[in-house]
Nanobody, 124 residues
Framework: VQLQASGGGSVKTGGSLIVSCVAS????????MGWFRQAPGKEREFVAA???????TYADSVKGRFTISRDNAKNTVYLRMNSLKPEDTAVYYC???????????????????WGQGTLVTVSS
């Protein structure tokens, strides 16, 4: 399984970005997908997850500002980020659990496959 994240960049406070993650394989629609982020000197933390059936979970810190979505025809999961803050600055990683129909976990240990990450920088 290969996950390729893209779309990061630099924005001002209050700006928006969409990051994307394309997954290899033909059974993408059967898997939950998650987004995590890691800021310099900090541990990797949960951002959002979407189940195979479309159910969504968000970290409290991004609820109401970020939206996770998926396009199964394109094997792609998206994270739309609005009202960005400097504290959102991090490398953003997409991830997939090992098994189909697994729950959309909010823990790093709930995912077996990780993309390479894409950097999002928010300046004040």
């Amino acid at each position: 399984v290969q996950l390729q994240a893209s779309g990061g960049g630099s924005v001002k406070t209050g700006g928006s970005l969409i990051v994307s993650c394309v997954a290899s394989g033909r059974t993408f629609s059967s898997y939950a997908m998650g987004w995590f982020r890691q800021a310099p000197g900090k541990e990797r933390e949960f951002v959002a997850a979407i189940s195979w059936s479309g159910g969504r979970t968000y970290a409290d810190s991004v609820k109401g500002r970020f939206t996770i979505s998926r396009d199964n025809a394109k094997n792609t999961v998206y994270l739309r980020m609005n009202s960005l803050k400097p504290e959102d600055t991090a490398v953003y990683y997409c991830a997939r659990p090992s098994g189909p129909y697994d729950y959309r976990s909010d823990m790093v240990s709930g995912y077996a496959y990780w993309g390479q990450g894409t950097l999002v920088t928010v300046s004040s």
